[in-house]
């Protein structure tokens, strides 16, 4: 190895890594927390699809549902809080996520989102008018 080989890989690795930090920001994109959120509570809407197709019901708990194919989902919002889930009556689902303060009602990114998954009909959910916000998906 020359001598100066070991500095002059050291320069460019961090020549590299100041310039992907200075770049990288403008080449990723970060989804705002209710947005993901959204997009979770959509995947666990299709998870409850395959799970309804093969058990002819709901299951009790969101931690029962099994992994779905080419689908990732949590069962947690974007504030690490899990889901409230509820079935009412057998005939569908409510999922509820209370937003960032993780307290009923609220607005912004303290809005709460409910979704109702309606079992039997392959891919049907309806976003629920919240106290302080309708969310269309």
């Known amino acids: 190895m020359k001598p100066g080989a070991p500095k ?9 890594a100041c310039g992907c930090s ?6 990723t ?12 509570m959509h995947n666990i809407c299709h998870a409850l699809d395959a799970y309804y197709a093969k058990h002819s019901s709901l299951p ?17 919002d974007s504030w690490d809080r899990p889901f ?15 937003g960032k303060d993780g307290l ?9 989102l409910v979704v109702r998954y309606l079992p039997g009909v392959s891919g ?3 976003w629920i008018k919240a106290p302080d916000r309708h969310v269309d998906f």
């Open 104 to 112: 009923p009602g609220g607005s912004g990114e303290d809005s709460d």
């Open 29 to 40: 994109t970060t989804i705002p927390p209710t947005e993901a959120t959204r997009g979770e």
């Open 60 to 76: 009790e708990a969101l931690s029962t549902l099994p992994p779905v194919e080419n689908r990732i989902f949590r069962i947690e």
């Open 22 to 27: 200075v770049i990288l920001p403008y080449v």
């Open 124 to 126: 049907r959910f309806d």
């Open 84 to 98: 409230e889930y509820k079935v009412e009556a057998g005939n569908y689902a409510q999922i509820t996520s209370l």
């Open 8 to 16: 002059l890989a050291l320069a460019i690795g961090v020549a590299l």
